[in-house]
């Protein structure tokens, strides 16, 4: 039973253009939510999250969207760039829990091309 | 140090073999964290450390799986009689009380059975 899931394997895209990372959850006591980059032979870097209380986070050319009602959320990159080619991990947490463990989701490669 | 170190970075043993994978958190860093990554999945929680305490061990696969940090920095993951299956990457984080939720992810160490 995942639990968080991320359907697309891979993703191609054009260098300039949107990047759609998308991630499904199915456990509703999940609050905390992130995104992870991972490079090959390195491990995951964290990249942005959001808190269930929220339904959109920002940084820079990254932003994420939570839809609570669909357990759902979504990493979108404005502009994609050759460097953003990489996988991409979400995980969910439950802040509650007291250990603040993540469940990962099974990444989705991306490639940016030039 | 400025960011979490693994050793060693890769390690080869023959099935039976035992083995001990090392962290060393970011400097200051309460709560540590085990995580297994099988090949083409995302990682999974295997136990987590806040100071020397082991207060979440619910992801060791097996009895053959232990780990410790008894000083509360340094944690060791041990795997005994390793098996083919115990093959994958070993990622260890750490993370702050203060500030949010993130944790910062070492490179790892891959670990082969053969």
């Known amino acids: 039973d995942q639990q968080v899931k991320q359907n697309s394997p891979s993703l191609s895209v054009q260098e300039g253009r949107i990047s759609i990372l998308n991630c499904d959850y199915t456990n509703s006591m999940f609050d905390y939510f992130l995104w992870y980059k991972k490079y090959p032979a390195e491990g995951p870097t964290f990249l942005i999250s959001i808190s269930s209380i929220k339904d959109k986070n920002e940084d820079g050319r990254f932003t994420v969207f939570l839809n609570k009602s669909a357990k759902h959320l979504s990493l979108h990159i404005v502009p994609s760039q050759p460097g953003d080619s990489a996988v991409y991990f979400c995980a969910a947490s439950r802040t509650t829990s007291g250990t603040y463990k993540y469940i990962f989701g099974t990444g989705t490669r991306l490639k940016v091309l030039a | 140090g400025a960011g979490v170190s693994q050793s060693p970075r890769y390690k080869v043993a023959k099935r039976g073999q035992d083995v001990a994978l090392r962290c060393d958190p970011i400097?200051?860093?309460?709560?540590l964290f085990w995580y297994q990554q099988a090949l083409g999945q995302g990682p999974e929680f295997l136990t987590y450390f806040q100071n020397e305490a082991q207060l979440d061990k619910s992801g060791l696969p097996s009895d053959r799986f232990f780990a410790e940090r008894p000083e509360g920095s340094v944690s060791t993951l041990k795997i005994q009689r390793t098996q083919q299956e115990d093959s994958a990457v070993y990622l260890c984080a750490s993370r702050s009380l203060q500030g949010g939720y993130e944790q910062f992810f070492g490179p790892g160490t891959r670990l082969t059975v053969l």
């Open positions: 400097s200051g860093h309460v709560s």
